[in-house]
């Protein structure tokens, strides 16, 4: 049975740092593409993230060179470090089980129950 499960949002002031973990059961995280997205209230789902099952990265302009996605195949994670966090960065956080075409990631039908991230000016 495929699980995910997220860990490690909170609240922080802005310019701080948050680590964000999705545990994920029922499959080796590293044979899969996998992927960071993020609801803001009132936005649409929209993708942070992503890392395909052969090691590219895929990052929103929004979040380059201040996230990073990771996989810890020991511990089956998929991480995502946050630097210099701002407030545009709140939301819920939710991992996802994909699969990239075209270099597009297509989000599958897995999913985590989500993680808030609050950031305060």
């Known amino acids: 049975q495929v699980q995910l499960v997220e860990s490690g949002g909170g609240s922080v002031q802005a310019g701080r740092s948050l680590s964000l973990s999705c545990a994920a059961s029922?499959?080796?995280?590293?044979?899969?593409?996998m992927a960071w997205l993020r609801q803001a209230p009132g936005k649409e789902r929209e993708l942070v993230a992503r890392?395909?099952?052969?090691?590219?990265?895929e990052y929103a302009d929004s979040v380059k060179g201040r996230f990073t996605i990771s996989k810890d195949k020991a511990k089956n994670t998929l991480n995502l470090q946050m630097n210099r966090l701002n407030s545009e960065d709140t939301a819920v956080y939710y991992c996802n089980r994909g699969r990239v075409h075209d270099s597009r990631y297509i989000p599958g039908d897995y999913w985590g129950q989500g993680t808030q991230v609050t950031v305060s000016s």
């Open positions: 890392i395909s099952s052969a090691g590219g990265k």
């Open positions: 029922g499959f080796a995280v590293s044979s899969f593409s």
